[in-house]
């Protein structure tokens, strides 16, 4: 190494070449995502902000995916490695489909989550591309919504009611249990009530975390229901925005 750089070659530290490119080596995070049972299936909320350590890195970040037509993935952590993990299991279940001339089962569905994420616990353990999602489908054979969360090692478990991720979430889960005991259980509300309890807790969360945006920037919602997946209008959700506001 002395004899090249007393040539003049030198080979640069891993420090100075940072430096130099201003290379980001924080992992781009994204939060907060709500799903809660309604009386025709499962709705899903979630804010668009997307942080870079204490930074706000994009504030048009789609957190709520559709894995298939009766499947939805809501994703908080890693968006890189979320997104990778959503475009696997896309493949993975149109592969199924056409392979096996049937769509694969819900319970094969949520071993394939599982199994994404336990391929991703090494990166997860050094602090790199952990996520966590929240699993949403409508399942045919109960007639009902069905919502599903994970633990970082892929360990699955099912949600009477509802389920929330990402730091926002920490802030208001008592407050699920608070409607739930004190109005009525999300699974008897019509989903314009639903969405309307979901988008409030949202900017709870947002005035707790400076990691959520809330809704004063247009959040996603979508439901998945006997009807398959569907998009909130914005309308809907403009009409409740500035209801909401103004409390």
Do not use: C
């Not at 750089?5 to 891993?14: H, K, N, S």
């Not at 997307?50 to 957190?63: D, L, Q, R, S, V």
């Not at 991703?120 to 591309?129: C, D, F, T, Y």
């Not at 989903?191 to 979901?198: G, K, M, Q």
């Amino acid at each position: 190494m002395s004899l090249l750089e007393a040539q003049g070659i030198r080979f640069p530290t891993v420090d100075a070449d940072l430096r130099t490119h201003q290379v980001s080596l924080v992992d781009v995070h994204g939060t907060t995502v709500i799903a809660v049972k309604f009386d025709q299936g499962v709705l899903n909320v979630a804010d668009r902000r997307a942080t870079a350590g204490n930074a706000i890195f994009y504030e048009e970040a789609e957190k709520i995916l559709k894995l298939d037509d009766e499947t939805l993935i809501a994703i908080a952590g890693s968006y890189a490695a979320a997104s990778e993990a959503v475009r696997f299991l896309q493949h993975s279940f149109k592969y199924y489909a056409r392979s096996q001339l049937q769509e694969m089962s819900l319970e094969g569905k949520l071993h394939e989550v599982s199994r994404v994420l336990g391929r991703a616990l090494p990166g997860a353990l050094q602090g790199i591309g952990g996520f966590l999602p929240i699993v949403s489908a409508f399942d045919r054979e109960k007639r009902e919504g069905r919502i599903f969360f994970y633990d970082a090692m892929g360990a699955r478990f099912e949600s009477r009611e509802f389920g929330a991720a990402g730091s926002g979430a920490e802030r208001i889960r008592g407050a699920f249990e608070y409607i739930v005991r004190t109005k009525r259980p999300f699974r008897q509300m019509k989903l314009e009530e639903a969405l309307r309890e979901t988008l409030l807790l949202l900017e709870i969360a947002a005035s707790l975390d400076t990691a959520t945006s809330g809704i004063r920037r247009l959040p996603s919602a979508k439901t998945v229901t006997a009807d398959g997946v569907q998009e909130l209008s914005e309308d809907l959700l403009r009409a409740l925005q500035r209801e909401l506001l103004t409390l």
